[in-house]
């Protein structure tokens, strides 16, 4: 969604550690398509089951890891209807805060980690590794650095979504996502330095800055990396028909 203006992609991750797959064709569950993937995948070969159990049970396990503080850099809340400048906060009256928790039955995973030291940080390390996020890069969006800027964030609001997650680390400044909840009504998420999310695949979102207008963030993707946004109406694509019934499900399992 952001434009690229500081590209820096890592080496390929090296394989988890005691994952040890055979050479047979394996299928598992697409890491961006399905929300909420079972630990233990079953295989024809035997000798594979530990190994897709360590990998899944990693995942889901840093799904819930460092949560500290994560309301001081990531906060939620209904939106107005106002038409105003996009970069306002849009509160509605009185105001209505959307919980963590809540984002997380949404299908939206977030954390909070060291910004200022992301390039030496073991826990946004050990994030990637658990989620295979081979692919990093560092842009700022910003009037002086983007150019055609007030176009460009008018692009970014556009409503669409991504057939794979979206992955946005902030390491300066700040930024809001706005998202759909199971009822078609806009959330906000204010996300702030240090503060990490991702979105899944087939939500649909739009991103714009703050009236400080600026942010540097962090991309992340499994392997290389697809940008292409869909703009709403794609109901049709498989990605969003698998967000809409893991979503469901889970409210169901919720009640």
């Not at 090296?14 to 993937?37: E, G, M, V, W």
């Not at 207008?213 to 028909?241: C, E, Q, S």
Request: aromatic residues 10%; charged residues 30%.
């Amino acid at each position: 969604m952001l434009s690229l203006m500081d590209r820096r992609e890592t080496e390929e991750l090296a394989p988890l550690d005691k994952i040890k797959l055979s050479s047979q064709k394996i299928t598992t569950p697409s890491n961006s398509h399905h929300l909420f993937p079972p630990l233990l995948v079953i295989l024809p070969d035997s000798r594979c089951h530990e190994a897709v159990l360590i990998f899944w049970g990693k995942k889901r396990i840093m799904e819930t890891a460092f949560q500290e503080g994560k309301e001081e850099v990531i906060s939620a809340w209904y939106m107005d209807d106002s038409k105003e400048d996009q970069r306002l906060s849009h509160h509605r009256n009185p105001e209505q805060f959307v919980s963590l928790d809540k984002l997380s039955e949404l299908g939206i995973l977030s954390w909070r980690l060291d910004a200022d030291n992301y390039e030496t940080d073991e826990n946004l390390k050990k994030i990637r590794e658990a989620r295979g996020y081979s692919y990093v890069d560092i842009c700022d969006v910003c009037p002086e650095k983007l150019p055609n800027y007030e176009a460009k964030i008018k692009n970014f609001f556009e409503e669409h979504l991504h057939t794979d997650e979206e992955i946005r680390y902030c390491l300066e400044g700040s930024g809001y996502f706005d998202v759909r909840d199971k009822n078609d009504e806009w959330i906000r998420i204010a996300v702030r330095k240090g503060g990490m999310i991702v979105l899944p695949a087939g939500m649909y979102h739009r991103f714009t800055l703050d009236t400080d207008n600026y942010i540097k963030a962090m991309r992340l993707f499994v392997g290389d990396p697809i940008w292409t946004p869909f703009n709403r109406p794609h109901d049709h694509l498989p990605a969003r028909k698998e967000y809409l019934e893991a979503v469901l499900k889970k409210g169901v399992e919720a009640n």
